[in-house]
């Protein structure tokens, strides 16, 4: 099964599918989770999001990229990779957001969005590069349809990018869901809320389809998602994940991420 539309379908609807899961487990526990069980959620999620960074996104942009701009095809993966850091700088300084872990605010001041709605937009922020990295991918195999080796190849990828990202997308529906509970709010109100945050990532994720389809700035676009995604787990997954004493095993978890990520990748392709 190669159809590049047919599993552009099933790797964006796993994407958002994954996070409703990983929130419904809240009616599953009875408080919230412990400070360990974080640190290892958080890791593996940014394990998963830097091997998704470097062989779903980066390869493909410098792939992509020699065969468009010749002399120049080191230009779209570099300056796709920081366009892609400031936009979730800029987003970081813009959205107002809070941060359970640290007990931290970020964005523009506004009392007037309760604490726990900062949580909720902290974790869409996270989520923005992940339904990019899919949409972006899933519109490359769509635009290299006309050759079927090479769109084979490409669904190949774009599907391991989405069961990747779906695999860290349960517990982390999970991580917004529970801590929203033990604070107090009904479970099925942390279980929207949970979910309703993975909702901005199939947005994301067919407005990167489409645009894709001009292939000159395909190269770009994967790049700006893999500099999105390296700024989200390095500006605040990771810090958070080493924030609690855990940090072997935050560590181990975002080495089992990144290489099972990284087996993902080349057992599919």
Not at 95 to 109: A, S
Request: glycine share 8%; proline share 5%.
């Amino acid at each position: 099964m190669h159809d590049p539309i047919l599993i552009s379908i099933i790797a964006i609807s796993l994407i958002f599918v994954s996070t409703t899961l990983g929130a419904g487990l809240v009616f599953f526990f009875k408080k919230d989770l412990t400070p360990k069980i974080r640190s290892i959620i958080l890791g593996f999620a940014g394990g998963i999001m830097i091997s998704v960074a470097f062989f779903g996104l980066i390869l493909p942009s410098i792939s992509e990229s020699h065969k468009y701009y010749a002399d120049w095809a080191f230009l779209p993966p570099l300056a796709g990779f920081i366009f892609g850091g400031l936009l979730l700088f800029a987003l970081d300084k813009i959205i107002p957001h809070f941060h359970k872990l640290t007990n931290t605010e970020e964005g523009l001041p506004n009392r007037a969005i309760s604490q726990n709605i900062r949580f909720f937009l902290a974790v869409t922020i996270h989520n923005i590069p992940e339904g990019l990295s899919v949409g972006f991918a899933c519109g490359l195999a769509i635009a290299l349809r006309a050759d079927p080796v090479l769109a084979a190849a490409a669904s190949a990828s774009a599907l391991s990018l989405a069961i990747g990202i779906s695999a860290q997308n349960i517990p982390e529906g999970a991580a917004i869901s529970i801590p929203m509970f033990g604070d107090g709010m009904k479970k099925w109100k942390a279980f929207l809320f949970g979910a309703f945050s993975g909702l901005v990532e199939p947005i994301f994720a067919i407005a990167a389809l489409f645009l894709a389809q001009l292939v000159v700035v395909t190269p770009w676009l994967l790049a700006l998602a893999a500099g999105a995604m390296l700024y989200v787990t390095l500006d605040e997954i990771m810090p958070e994940a080493r924030q609690n004493g855990y940090s072997h095993y935050s560590m181990w978890s975002f080495m089992i991420g990144f290489v099972l990520m990284m087996a993902m990748e080349v057992a599919i392709v």
